[in-house]
């Protein structure tokens, strides 16, 4: 009996050195490998701590460089590596899908937050499951790069597009992995928690895509956007950045132009109006100084542009009525002086105009308020301002309430600013803005602004609720 409690002992000793050995071999060759990507990839480093473990030392032999976060045991097993082997060459559908692997193995363990457990998904060579309807590698997904004559089949397909957007994943830098993707067409990381520098992306040819909005990117205007001459879509949004934005993101042949709510400020640059977006938002910054009137030569493209809540000044510019494709303008919450531009009644396809919560006075002309009749515009919001008068065809927008004309200085009107307020702006307004009676577009059955009536007809008054002498 003793024998065979002696012989049992030996043999679970024997199992412990073999699993210990394993152990080794499994987590040695997993520590080489990552060592190596290191190397491969200098903007990659190392130390940051993987999973949200904080900084690391140098590269040493053990469980943290393993490419994983170690599971404690109450012995040695191969379970306390908490990682997979390195998937061998056969088992990858191509030589660039295995180049791929490391990349994103290596950018795994820079990842410090993962609410959705999404990089759960991260394993093993099948980097395409999505394209054949898997669910591994969520967020990347695969097709064949547009070269002329390339086969079509599993030799060529790669990695070309990342879609991060609500994952809510946080890492200390994208550069070493956004930029190791060759034939990356678009990446996409809205709502997340990445910070660091922008990595250059002048190496990838097929780029076009970029949203980093809703993150934690913070220093000047990132300058690795800038040379990207094939860029469509650039999304920036909601982020720290500071400081003013070179003029050259105006040359930029986009599509879309996103910076708004950051902390851009100075003057928005007179080459604005060289821009090829159709969609263009600067709002929610510190912009100063006036709207470019360069933006003329944005009629053949921009469609909407929003300037909303900064500190833009000057006269409203005439030019704004040549951009004829415009279908939302919104320049509320600035400091924007002077009359309306009658060319404001050439933009037949605008359906939202926004000046409210701005310094301009006047007559608000019948000639924009008729697009209500003869285009399509349907909010028109001119409130918080210093208008003295509005033309006939606005009384019924203001019944519609297609038009809110609060707080301004109109006569008779309800909610309007105290009279005493009123004179004094109009004895010292901020600035002589010059008034342009040419209307440079043909509109059938206007009428010259005399004929517009500025009283209050008592059946508006009525459905205000009163209000008289413009006052509160």
């Known amino acids: 009996m003793a024998a065979s409690s002696g012989n049992a002992r030996l043999l679970a000793l024997m199992l412990v050195l073999v699993l210990a050995a394993l152990h080794g071999v499994v987590c040695d060759s997993n520590h080489t490998h990552f060592a190596m990507v290191s190397r491969n990839a200098p903007s990659w480093r190392p130390d940051r701590g993987g999973h949200g473990k904080g900084s690391a030392p140098a590269p040493s032999p053990s469980l943290d460089t393993c490419g994983c976060e170690p599971t404690p045991a109450p012995s040695p097993s191969l379970d306390t590596c908490g990682c997979e082997p390195t998937p ?7 030589e660039k899908l295995q180049t791929l692997y490391p990349v994103i193995q290596a950018f795994k363990t820079t990842i410090t937050s ?126 720290r950045f500071v400081g003013t934005v070179p003029p050259p993101v105006f040359d930029l042949s986009v599509v879309a132009l996103f910076l708004n709510n950051n902390g851009f400020y100075g003057q928005i640059p007179d080459n604005f109006g060289s821009t090829t977006a159709e969609y263009l938002v600067v709002a929610n910054n510190q912009f100063t100084g006036p709207i470019p009137r360069s933006i003329y030569n944005t009629s053949a493209n921009l469609s909407e542009v929003l300037f909303l809540n900064n500190h833009l000044s000057g006269c409203l510019p005439y030019e704004i009525g040549l951009v004829e494709g415009l279908t939302v303008f919104d320049a509320g919450g600035n400091d924007i002086t002077g009359p309306i531009p009658l060319s404001l009644g050439c933009l037949g396809l605008v359906e939202e105009l926004n000046l409210a919560g701005n310094q301009l006075y006047g007559h608000i002309p ?70 342009v009676p040419h209307i440079p577009c043909d509109l059938p059955g206007f009428r010259p602004p005399a004929a517009a009536a500025a009283a209050l007809p008592s059946a508006v008054a009525a459905e205000g609720g009163g209000g008289g002498g413009g006052g509160n």
């Not at 061998?88 to 191509?94: C, G, R, S, T, Y």
């Not at 990342?162 to 946080?170: A, H, P, R, V």
Request: hydrophobic share 40%.
């Open 366 to 435: 019948d000639v924009l308020c008729m697009l209500a009749k003869t285009g399509k515009l349907q909010n028109l919001s001119l409130s918080d301002n210093y208008f003295h008068s509005v033309g006939h065809h606005c009384l019924e927008l203001v019944r519609s309430k297609v038009l809110d004309v609060r707080l301004n200085c109109i006569l008779n009107f309800p909610n309007q600013r105290p009279a005493l307020e009123c004179a004094r702006f109009y004895a010292d307004p901020p600035q002589h803005c010059p008034f």
């Open 88 to 94: 061998a060459p056969k088992d990858f559908l191509n």
């Open 114 to 239: 993962d609410p959705r457990g999404v990089t759960a998904s991260w394993v093993g060579p099948n980097l395409c499951d999505s394209y054949f309807g898997g669910n591994m590698y969520k967020g990347f997904y695969c097709d064949h790069p547009p070269v002329k004559d390339a086969p079509q089949d599993d030799t060529t397909l790669t990695i070309a597009s990342i879609d991060f957007n609500g994952y809510g994943l946080g890492a200390p830098s994208l550069a070493g992995f956004i930029d190791a993707f060759p034939d990356l067409a678009l990446f996409h990381a809205n709502s997340n928690n990445f910070s660091g520098d922008v990595p250059d992306l002048t190496g990838l040819p097929y780029f076009y895509e970029l949203d980093l909005s809703n993150n934690n990117f913070s220093g000047v205007f990132p300058a690795n956007v800038v040379p990207l001459g094939g860029l469509l879509f650039l999304d920036l949004r909601f982020n």
